[in-house]
């Protein structure tokens, strides 16, 4: 037997392909078949959650968590019924403005503490707490920020989000399961929120567009409707980035309302005095 | 925030990743020339020659995976196909075994191994058994020509 003893070709056990193009391509697939995924899932689910019953969503609501918010007589909101009261009245009449359909009820809750925050969630409660409701001006602002609380109860924007969450949670978990691998969940999530994000800045914006057609509608004009946006501004001047936030961009909110408040203007409400702790300007 | 640490990361491990990979294939094609003439064999009988005592002759290699391999294979995981970024892995692994088995028995004065085997370990860390390094060793039989009374 003879043997010989060659040089061994070099590249043979591996590929000549730079790791960086294999690398995208593969990025650009999982990614681009998350977005399509996560994108088909929130349509289909936000069309069919909108079909449960309000009356639904109230019961959900009320099984949930709202324990201490007992607006008949709970203690703790004894002492700001006449906050409670005027935040209530104001609901009401745009409520009526909005054109609410009839089986859906407003149920206003304040809340006492620093936060400058006000949402609206499951079964028509709107929180809105007193570090946001001293920073507002005048009545005309109140009404934009409680419009567009409303406008998302209207669009039955709480039950849309939960549902989407839900579904997407659940459909990822079927298909990841428990994954071989950290990594890839990671990217896969990433994905994820990110397109999670672009359906919420489309919900936001769809209520800042219900409420200005509200105010409007109740006071006749459009002027004070931006108050609420340079507060903002001001609270805030270094913003995230569009593409990882919740809410559109506050310059791009603000513009579009001036957009529209260019046509009327009119004298603005001020608020009840010796409400909020506020002195109105 | 965390997508920033992860692109971060990502390129660190890309960088020092590529700059270890070339480095070292250059050390082990350079080597591979130099001890080209030690001969090695895997079967199990050596050829007929003059006599010669036989010892165990070892070498292994630990390399480690970083971050941008990690993310590459688990992505393929995802999808399927082959794992580019643990080809080279494994073969630079391989390919050092060998060659510090050749090392060995050039220490010892041989220059025939025969019986070369190769055995491969993963060593992973934590529970989602995510492979952490590879270990390659390569073990044979190298013949040692006996000292002339």
Do not use: C, W
């Given at each position: 037997m003879s043997y010989q003893n060659p040089q061994i070709p070099d590249g043979v056990n591996y590929s000549q392909d730079h790791p960086l193009k294999d690398f995208f391509l593969m990025l650009l697939v999982v990614a681009g078949s998350t977005a399509a995924l996560v994108a088909l899932l929130f349509m289909l689910s936000g069309y069919l959650v909108s079909f449960i019953p309000f009356?639904?969503?109230?019961?959900?609501?009320?099984?949930?968590?709202?324990?201490?918010?007992?607006?008949?007589?709970?203690?703790?909101?004894?002492?700001?019924?006449?906050?409670?009261?005027?935040?209530?009245?104001?609901?009401?009449?745009?409520?009526?403005?909005?054109?609410?359909?009839?089986?859906?009820?407003?149920?206003?809750?304040?809340?006492?503490?620093d936060t400058v925050n006000a949402f609206a969630t499951l079964g028509g409660h709107i929180y809105m707490h007193r570090g946001l409701l001293e920073k507002l001006p005048h009545e005309n602002a109140l009404a934009m920020v409680m419009a567009h609380e409303i406008a998302h109860i209207k669009h039955r924007d709480p039950i849309i989000a939960a549902g989407r969450g839900f579904t997407i949670i659940l459909a990822l978990g079927s298909i990841l399961g428990m994954g071989n691998s950290d990594f890839s969940q990671q990217i896969v999530s990433h994905t994820t929120s990110l397109t999670s994000l672009a359906f919420s800045r489309d919900q936001e914006q769809q209520a800042d567009a219900e409420a200005a057609d509200t105010l409007m509608q109740h006071y006749g004009h459009l002027s004070g409707s931006a108050a609420l946006f340079e507060i903002l501004q001001q609270e805030s001047p270094v913003e995230l980035p569009e593409f990882l936030s919740s809410h559109p961009v506050t310059n791009e909110r603000l513009q579009r309302l001036n957009e529209l408040s260019r046509l009327q203007s009119g004298a603005v409400t001020p608020l009840p005095t010796a409400l909020f702790g506020v002195s109105s300007q | 925030m965390d997508i920033i640490i992860f692109l971060v990361l990502l390129s660190v491990g890309y960088v020092f990743g590529r700059l270890a990979e070339s480095r070292h294939f250059n050390s082990i094609r350079e080597r591979e020339a130099r001890y080209q003439k030690i001969l090695c064999f895997s079967e199990r009988l050596p050829p007929p020659g003059p006599p010669a005592d036989t010892v165990l002759v070892s070498g292994s290699a630990v390399i480690a995976?970083?971050?941008?391999?990690?993310?590459?294979?688990?992505?393929?995981?995802?999808i399927g196909g082959r794992v580019h970024a643990f080809e080279t892995l494994v073969e630079r692994a391989r390919r050092e075994a060998i060659l510090r088995m050749k090392e060995d028995a050039i220490r010892r004065g041989a220059s025939l191994i025969v019986n070369v085997k190769l055995e491969t370990a993963s060593i992973t860390k934590g529970r989602k058994q995510q492979a952490h390094c590879v270990e390659v060793y390569a073990y044979g039989t190298a013949m040692v020509p006996a000292e002339k009374v």
């Open positions: 009356s639904t969503e109230v019961a959900l609501a009320d099984s949930l968590v709202f324990a201490e918010d007992n607006t008949e007589g709970g203690d703790v909101n004894q002492a700001h019924l006449p906050e409670q009261k005027y935040l209530q009245q104001l609901a009401a009449q745009l409520a009526v403005a909005q054109q609410l359909p009839d089986d859906m009820s407003i149920t206003v809750h304040y809340v006492d503490d | 995976v970083d971050y941008f391999k990690m993310i590459a294979a688990s992505l393929r995981n995802l």
